[in-house]
């Protein structure tokens, strides 16, 4: 039995939790959950954001389940999501994006895997605010530690998993220092791995080239800022973040979370669709190596969306939240 801790979060959070725990406990995944919340909501009842119970949880089980958490644009606290990130050093953000039969796109034959570096970059939490002068630095801080592991991770993925090339996306034309930083330890790491091609291309002719020919990509790796942007952006090439699953993975804990946020417009209304939360629950089976559990319920999800009545509304389908659990459970 894997003790597993569960945080639900805001919004569609506690919904999309739930299906995906009925789904679980209906195909007899060994998974212990033990909840503990953070958030918004968590703050309203308790004063804490992230109480110290669900981080001693976390140091002890070293795996999670998070459901999206509401963060306030520009005041109030920082997010939660960077938070852990960086407490924990999670330093990759993995995110996969396939072509599903039953979900209709523009394109056809996407199978990419995207790797995020998760902790530094724009993302650091380095900026200050000179009120007086009216300018704000925000610090791009990249480091050569911080490059390696996260270039040699997605080498090391491309390499376990059969694939064939690993994609640097970067902007070293510009942002010359920590570009070309980025840019070395990825030449460094792909010398490790010579049965894999390597390529590097700049940020805007690597948008260009995913929305144009994106069954060209394999494995990709990139920054804080340009991974959190294409992610989203290959989101919505297979489907939308309403079916995307997500991993912020470091040496020794990981963090499996869906990559949409709370959903403020639609929660509490039965109408959230809970794939993308079921896919990183699949995501965090394999890495528990209960991989037959996760192709089971992974065929019955599959299954099911290719009955589009069968599904929520955003996949064009009329069922509630809990309806579509269902569905996915019969096809167990
Ligand atoms: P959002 O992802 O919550 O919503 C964007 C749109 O997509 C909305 O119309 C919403 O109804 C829809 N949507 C999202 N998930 C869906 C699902 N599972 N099923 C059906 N429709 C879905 O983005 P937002 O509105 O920009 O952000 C809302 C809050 O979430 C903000 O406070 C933001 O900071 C936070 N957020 C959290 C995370 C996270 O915890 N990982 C990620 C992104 C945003």
Not at 46 to 59: A, C, R, V
Not at 203 to 208: E, K, L, Q
């Amino acid at each position: 039995m894997h003790l597993v801790t569960l945080i639900p979060g805001d919004g569609i959070g506690p919904e999309i939790t739930k299906a995906v725990t009925d789904i679980f406990a209906a195909a007899q995944v060994p998974v212990q959950w033990e909840e503990q919340n953070a958030g918004q909501t968590t703050f309203d009842q308790s004063g804490e954001l992230i109480p110290n119970s669900l981080l001693k949880s976390l140091e002890k089980n070293k795996v999670a389940l998070k459901g999206p958490i509401t963060t306030p644009v520009g005041k109030g606290f920082r997010s939660i999501n960077v938070t852990l990130r960086q407490k924990y050093d999670l330093y990759q953000n993995v995110r996969p994006s396939k072509t599903t039969a039953g979900i209709k796109t523009r394109y056809e034959g996407i199978d990419l895997v995207l790797f995020r570096e998760n902790t530094e970059g724009l993302y650091s939490g380095l900026e200050v605010y000179d009120e007086r002068l009216g300018i704000a630095d925000s610090f791009n801080r990249i480091t050569v530690e911080g490059s390696r592991k996260i270039c040699r991770a997605a080498f090391a993925y491309a390499a376990k998993h059969g694939r064939k090339k690993v994609t640097l996306a970067h902007k070293a034309n510009i942002i010359k220092m920590a570009g070309t930083l980025m840019l070395n330890a990825c030449k460094e790491a792909a010398t490790e791995f010579p049965q894999i091609v390597f390529e590097d291309k700049i940020i805007d002719n690597m948008c260009m080239q995913l929305v144009n020919k994106p069954e060209q990509f394999d494995v990709v790796v990139t920054t804080n800022l340009f991974g959190d942007i294409l992610s989203d952006l290959c989101a919505g090439l297979v489907g939308g973040l309403g079916v995307v699953a997500g991993a912020n993975i470091g040496d020794d804990m990981a963090v499996f979370e869906a990559v949409h946020g709370s959903a403020p417009d639609i929660a509490g209304q039965g109408k959230a669709n809970p794939t993308a939360l079921l896919r990183s629950a699949l995501m965090m089976l394999h890495y528990l190596g209960e991989h037959d559990k996760a192709d089971q319920i992974d065929k019955a999800l599959e299954a099911t969306l290719m009955h589009q009545e069968e599904c929520t509304g955003d996949l064009g389908g009329q069922a509630s939240t809990s309806q579509f659990a269902q569905n996915i459970i019969a096809k167990l």
